[in-house]
């Protein structure tokens, strides 16, 4: 065969492979989106923002209170590294050390965020955690992702199975830092919310991304390093602080614009914001505060056990103005003898619990007993004193008792009355016969 026949050839067989393969997510930048969570039924109106999308999360139920294309595919930027820390922190001891390679060092190159590390340099686990979260180092993010996966593709396929566990949909990741290498990298913010809401369950992770300063000490090949946040709703001294704030995450590429996700807690409620695709970093943190704001407000954590034992759960995000009754309980068997409760409202979810079927067969059981159970007998005026086997007192008892007598007496009276009336009447016809009779005579 011919040269020529054989690129001919294989360039078919290019061309059927590249039509045979599956089509990448479309990932549109510019898209925009309406305020899904206004269109919700009975919900509360909230103002729009110029990030392209958004979602506020409470974090304990899980009930997502505000929305704004949160399921629509994004460039994370950063706010991959969420993800990161998290493998990070379920599968290294803080302790463990990472060594610096090629493939960190690939990404350690101007205007990519990095912390500057040489061959060979060896950093703890925590260190590299700090750095990931605080620098937002994509050197750092890239090499614990060779550490831990044993490649970069490696420990992609670990986010994505972790992701997929968390329920997230709209998620594939292809590396550890979040520059758009391929553009088959993308989440969603409903996603990142699912990732950040199971983070911050870890001490660990929760501890350093609430951390404003970090410093490095001096490693095998580099003096001391320092890092501070790049949240500015963190800092109490810039403009933007949020009061409640305890950690969060920025992101910013060309094609993401600029990413964010924050977390703040107030009076016992936890609500996970994150907004994806705005132009300005200042902007994005004013429409922060105001969809937290919005969910701060508007909202009230309501226990719905109602005296349940709950092995999980039990708590709702009630709208402003909606009461416990009015939100509708769903019952459902689950796994290994427990019963899942969902807490609805509007066709939306507002927050989940599970407990033991026999708890709850038990509570079910004192229910019904509280119910069948007469209630106690008011307080009155008079000598009210003892009580029947049936629950009345001693002077309902003699009340009682004594109108029986009453209809007794009525009765035996009534009968005589109608007895002295059907001798009056068999005593004139008596009289009238013997009128006749003796006019016969």
Known sequence: MSRRRLAGVLAMILAICTAARPAMAAVDPAASFQVDSNSWQQWPQAADIQAKT???????????????????????????KIMTALLLVENCGMDQQITMTETGLSEAYPGSSNCSPVLGEVFTAEQCLQMILIKSANDVATQTAEYIGGSVQGFADMMNDRAAKLGCVSTHFTNASGLESTVDHYTSAHDLALITREAIKNDKFRETFGTRYVTIPATNLSGERGYGTHIMMLDPASPYYYQGCFGGKTGFTDEAQNCLMVCAERNGVTLIGVLMGCADGGLICQEMAKVLDYGFSQFTKTDMTDGLKVSEGGKAMVPAGVSAADVEVREAAGPEGQIQFTYEYGGRILGTASAAEADYTAWQAAQKQAEETPAPAEEGSGDISGSSQNGNTSSETETSGAGRLLYLVMAVLGALILAGIALIFVGAHRNKQYRRKNERK
Do not use: I, N
């Open 54 to 80: 958004g979602v506020v999360m409470e974090a304990e139920t899980g009930a997502v209170l505000y929305a704004k294309g949160m399921d629509a595919q994004r460039y994370p930027a950063s706010l991959t």
